[in-house]
């Protein structure tokens, strides 16, 4: 039976994120679009034996997520592998390994480990995780999935030391490529359970779209392929591909090999690195690492080139761009390309950068003037943002704060949609709202109203969404939805003093899950373009 052959569905008895009715309490669905929205007196009008009708008993009714930077198959593998995001010792990943190695056949493998945790401040060497594992091969990804270690077994096997980027154990650069693409290479049928594992989990956190960020050094063409070819209910599944290119005829030739299936060359095309592993590329030397500046991938020359092959072909392009001398350096490559091709179209072709990490005043300025569109990641600042944490490490007091800016971003006029980075970040779309709210710096902090629409209508428009209406959930909007059991709802400002509560009668101000209270929202039910992707049960149909 297809979507629109099914009955319609009325909820009622909760409440509807809508702005067509702020205080709607009821939703009518029928086939794949929203219906109808409004009250729980008009719904008892407009019921009938021919619907299915859901009891939402108080359940919070909202525009399904997008998760506008993703990984699927490393999501699946680091689901699937040995969880070290809550280790908080060197010595508690050395038990873990030993562990695994007691129970696990195969090569050890870990993701997650943050060692700017840790008292010891320091990762695992290649000696210790063979003396903890007793000479097995062990793999385990650093939590910004840039960096990794290796038991000396492995690395032996892969004669890793005569790679760049190999430090006893330690592996970036090309050492960390050569390990990761040996003992992360599924083949066809693991791969494709890898992902259902992943966007079925996704499903059930309430995402309805995840953007894939595929790219040569992550994984080959086939797994974007594979991807874009699954059947069945999931979330739906948008890919760019971080391939550079020269020229309009190279852009149209690598964008033929996925049948015009991606949306773009972009994503993780790597400017830079990442802070954690001391890749991202600073303007100065790393507060903890004097001796370096982190790593350049491409230069200004390199990015015009491609911006400017895709411009020409009205392509969307884009870059992972993370410290500021990289950002500096995707300006100057804007610059190029504009004096090229023309500002007006390299606006039209409304360019994306990824994290964005370190943006000083002048930089957000020029991304204005460009029309470029910013994918961001509230996460990180929740993880490494606070006094002592990770950034402070790295970068020393006076320069880390404020990072992330997601605030003056908006407030200056730059497109911004946020994701997960999964599995760099878990997949908790009110989380990221809330790290929005909570900024380790409080004038970037904003509304949990302006980062839900974020993480919602703006990450269609970040990927060129045809629709105007997704993301949103009024009569003629497609049926794309999550519904959740939350502990209240209220209007949530970035400045506590101010927040108003359910009870607050202002219009035109649909409510949010109260973000502080300890429990994070519980989804119920995913539902996109009519299908249902996901549900836990709760609801009384009738």
Known sequence: ???????????????????????????????????????????????????????????????????????????????????????????????????????IPGTIMGNGWDESRWSERRPPTAAELDNASGGRDVYLVRADVHSAVVSASLAQRLALHTHSGWDNGFVVREAHLAARTAVRSPGAAERTTLQRTALDNAAANGIVTVVEMAAPHIAPREDVLSLLSLDGAHPEVLAYWGQAVTSEEELRSVLAGFDGRVLGLGGDLNV?????????????PYADAPHSSGTAFMHADDVASHLGAATAAGRQAGFHVIGDEGLDTVIAGLEKAAAVHGIEKVRAARHRLEHVEMADDESIRSLVHFGAIVSAQSGFDALWGAPGGLYEQRLGRDRYVPMNRVGSLLSQGVPVCLGSDSPVTRMSPWQSVRACMTHASPEERISARAAFIAHTRAGWRAVGAENPLLGQLVPGAPASYAVWEVDELMVQTPDSRVQSWSTDPRAGTPLLPALDTGSEPRCLETVHHGRQLFTRGGLDAR
């Open 1 to 103: 039976m297809s979507v629109n052959d099914r009955k319609p569905i009325l909820y009622r008895n909760g409440s509807v994120y809508s702005a067509a009715d702020p205080f709607a309490t009821a939703m009518l669905v029928t086939g794949d679009t929203v219906a109808w929205v409004g009250s729980e007196h008009a719904a008892a009008s407009l019921a009938d034996s021919s619907m299915v009708i859901i009891d939402l008993q108080g359940a919070l009714i909202a525009p399904g997520f997008v998760d506008s930077h993703f990984h699927t198959t490393e999501t699946g593998l680091a689901l699937t592998s040995l969880d070290l995001t809550e280790v908080n010792s060197l010595g508690e990943l050395l038990e873990l390994v030993a562990g695994a190695a007691a129970s």
């Open 272 to 284: 830079d690195g990442s802070i954690g592993s001391h890749t991202a590329r600073m303007r100065v």
